[in-house]
């Protein structure tokens, strides 16, 4: 479709494989990580020569305004922005650095609006565009040991409606895909295989979600009617 689309976080998991759904439609990429740059450009040339696409990787910490600013130089015009780069920290909110705070709600939060800032005066611009932000189910609920986490994420869901509404008369959607528990390193990295286990066990689906999915749906909503904005799409194997 030719369209210019942003990611943050393409590396791995559930960033990987949006970049991978948009390919298959033909789509001009722009794909980012902070450290597995090897790999991002293995993928994005991967994805050049199945799909026929350009495909740009940059290293870039969208927790950094100053970073990302660098990088808008870079990327002159964009249609779709998907602002899924995130990290996790696990543990007693009693137990967390103020370092690890900042980190995280740079990374999952201001890097929202370090790439917004950046993507919405060219969308207005051309009267059109769309945002969709990857969040949470915990940014809803709240998880007990994931405090920081959830606040970000239910930043993530606040920053959107409210960001959907300033854009809606731009023509510029935002919606926010807020996914359960989706089998990536990120969950392998912090949990044990029992843990992981018991947490397949509470969900209804009785498995956790494939990046796959995830990524299926983030292409259907950047094909939505326009008039579907603002909302929080929830997928998550029926948990809620
Ligand atoms: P993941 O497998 O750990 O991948 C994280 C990605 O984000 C990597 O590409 C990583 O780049 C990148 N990244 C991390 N910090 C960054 C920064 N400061 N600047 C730029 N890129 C950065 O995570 P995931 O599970 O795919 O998660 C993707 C999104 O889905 C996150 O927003 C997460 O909160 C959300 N989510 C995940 C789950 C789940 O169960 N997995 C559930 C709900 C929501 P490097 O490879 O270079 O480190």
Redesign the pocket.
């Known amino acids: 479709m030719n369209r210019k689309v942003l990611i943050?976080?393409?590396?791995?998991?559930?960033?990987r494989e949006i970049a991978v759904s948009f390919a298959g439609k033909k789509d001009e990429l722009f794909l980012?990580?902070?450290?597995?740059i090897d790999e991002l450009t293995r993928l994005g040339k991967e994805l050049e020569q199945e799909h026929g696409i350009s495909c740009h990787v940059y290293k870039?910490?969208?927790?950094d305004y100053g970073e990302v600013k660098e990088l808008f130089r870079q990327i002159e015009d964009i249609d779709i922005l998907v602002n899924?780069?995130?990290?996790?920290w696990l543990g007693l909110m009693t137990d967390m650095e103020e370092k690890d705070w900042r980190r995280l709600m740079s990374?999952?939060l201001d890097s929202l609006f370090n790439t917004s800032k950046h993507a919405v005066p060219i969308m207005v611009r051309k009267h059109s565009g769309r945002i969709i932000n990857?969040?949470?189910v915990w940014g809803n609920a709240g998880a007990s040991c994931e405090v920081a986490y959830s606040a970000s994420k239910g930043g993530v869901n606040s920053f959107t409606r409210a960001l959907a509404k300033e854009l809606a008369p731009s023509n510029i959607q935002v919606n926010a895909v807020c996914?359960?528990?989706?089998d990536?390193?990120?969950?392998r990295k912090h949990l044990t295989g029992e843990e992981l286990d018991e947490l397949a066990d509470e969900i209804p689906m009785g498995r956790m979600g494939d990046?796959k999915e995830v990524a299926n749906l983030v292409t259907m909503v950047a094909e939505a009617p326009l008039y579907m904005t603002g909302q929080i799409i929830t997928i998550d194997g029926g948990w809620i």
């Open positions: 943050t976080g393409a590396s791995r998991g559930i960033g980012t990580c902070i450290n597995n870039c910490d969208v927790g899924n780069a995130g990290i996790a990374t999952n990857i969040s949470s996914c359960g528990v989706i990536t390193d990120m969950n990046a």
